[in-house]
């Protein structure tokens, strides 16, 4: 997932954009503005974009840690603008979805219209109820005061923003954009909302808002910030993308004391902080990338649970998405797509729903056997484009009781420099046999509480799994290598 976060963003601004803007009411300020969609607009919006985020992310699946968070978010969304005695019934009564999606990138984001979204890899790095209810009550006021529909209406959007109607789109790959083989309905799109500084600190006062009233230990939610200003920090990593168009981690560190503060002040004794209770939800979760969902070992691409493995030509990026395996050329001028297919009985009839799209042309098509053993079908096709000419590799395969597809292009001026590796990898595609990957388990956290006192590093095994540091262990924990643990606290310790 960090590779796709890093490679392969699908931006998508707004699915659906009003013909007509109206004026509007804003739950939060009970004020009318103009606002570039209705809220059942705004509520349709969300329910048609969260197929797109689960399909994208898949949701974590540990039911009680749902529950929890679904218990605690509610809970929260009771003290909001959303639920409050004197705001129009049409808010009151919609219904929120609080989901864990299963990535390892921290990351919060709501869509209009009450669909919340939490990373596992946010929860990790989270300490307790307070700090949660922070970030709950952050998400919910993006919801509650519109920031999307106000987003567009500055924007005055008048067409999607949709980047990857040919999977990877004309800009990340330097191919025709457009509807190629239909691939834009296949690949998912991940919407990220890029709000203003103004709107995410208001949503920064609403979350401890929501929070105190609802009384956590609002001020709790500045250490969360501290690790995300860490993580940033560190080498070689990618900034959160919370991070991206946000105010400073550290003026947030500041000011949400502040704000937590200013509602102590008006009577709300905020005492609620249940760190055990939390870090206990968080006992036996997976922690960074999960191998069993596939990754790529000495030039392969392993998949553990459905034992198959395929090529990785050298020096081309994979790309594991919850749907699909995108490999990209050095040059991102080719694209290897492989996908589970579902719909058809058997490999010919795979290859041949695509060769039935508008717009292209069959050069040649036939039997074989992908690695001399599973029954495959194979199609060399021309996609007629306005930009240029596109050739492919159609290719399905037979394994087991699955049907996997491969779909490989490039540009037609291209097709002789790539032909060998866009027809060679589906052709290559085997049994997974390699024990120790059939194996493999993900890295989870395990719970330690301490028995003495002493520095944190002092806890830490000889050895920590994959590529995690103890730096890394340190954030997580919100300390320092040599900060001082009392006996009897818990610490998330990454074991596999």
């Known amino acids: ?73 509610n809970d929260v969304l009771l003290n909001s603008h959303m639920r409050r005695e004197d705001t129009d019934r049409e808010f009151r009564e919609t219904e929120f979805y609080f989901k864990v999606l299963d990535s390892p990138v921290v990351n919060a984001f709501a869509l209009p219209g009450g669909y919340v979204y939490f990373t596992r890899g946010l929860m990790a790095h989270l300490n307790n109820e307070a700090q949660l209810s922070v970030v709950i009550g952050h998400e919910i006021g993006h919801v509650a005061a519109r920031h999307a529909s106000q987003r567009a209406m500055r924007q005055q959007l008048g067409q999607f923003a949709v980047i990857g109607s040919a999977v990877l789109g004309q800009e990340l790959l330097g191919l025709p954009g457009g509807n190629i083989l239909n691939l834009s309905s296949q690949a998912t799109e991940l919407l990220f909302l890029s709000y203003s500084r103004d709107a995410e600190r208001e949503s920064d006062k609403l979350g401890v808002e929501y929070s105190a009233m609802t009384g956590f230990t609002a001020a709790e939610g500045a250490e969360f910030f501290t690790s995300l200003k860490r993580i940033s920090e560190q080498s070689g990593q990618s900034i959160p993308t919370m991070l991206s168009t946000h105010p400073d981690p550290g003026e947030r560190e500041e000011r949400i004391p502040e704000l937590a503060e200013q509602w102590k002040e008006r009577g709300y004794e905020q005492t609620i902080i249940n760190k055990d209770r939390y870090m ?14 596939g990754f790529v070992e000495d030039g392969l ?87 240029g000419n596109l050739r492919a590799i159609v290719y399905a395969v ?99």
């Open 398 to 496: 037979e394994f087991g009781d699955q049907l996997f597809r491969f779909i490989n292009y490039t540009s037609e001026a291209k097709f002789a420099d790539y032909r060998q590796i866009l027809s060679g990898v589906p052709a290559e595609f085997d049994r997974l046999t390699n024990e120790n990957i059939l194996n493999i388990q993900p890295v989870r956290i395990q719970l330690l509480r301490t028995d003495r006192s002493g520095a944190f590093s002092s806890f830490l095994p000889g050895e920590l799994p994959m590529d995690i540091t103890a730096e890394d262990v340190a954030i997580i924990n919100q300390v320092q290598l040599d900060s001082m643990i009392e006996s009897g606290r818990f610490l998330k310790i990454p074991v596999q």
């Open 1 to 73: 997932m960090n590779y796709y976060l890093r490679y392969t963003v699908f931006y998508l601004s707004l699915i659906i954009f009003a013909s007509a803007c109206s004026v509007q009411k804003n739950p939060v300020s009970g004020n009318k503005r103009l606002m570039a969609y209705t809220w059942e607009e705004e509520v349709e919006i969300g329910r048609s974009v969260d197929k797109e985020i689960v399909a994208q992310y898949g949701v974590y699946n540990e039911p009680n840690i749902a529950a929890y968070v679904d218990s605690l978010s």
């Open 301 to 387: 691409f392993v998949h553990p649970d459905l034992e198959f493995q395929f090529p990785v030509p050298d020096g081309w990026q994979a790309i594991n998405q919850q749907q699909q395996v995108v490999l990209v050329s050095p040059g991102e001028d080719a694209v290897v797509i492989f996908r589970i297919d579902s719909e058809s009985d058997n490999a010919q009839a795979s290859v041949q729903e695509v060769l039935s799209q508008e717009g292209i042309t069959v050069n040649s098509q036939s039997e074989t056997e992908s690695s001399g053993e599973f029954q495959a079908y194979s199609a060399d096709v021309t996609i007629s484009q306005q930009e």
């Open 280 to 293: 206990q939800m968080l006992d036996g979760m997976v922690f960074g990338e999960n191998p069993r969902n």
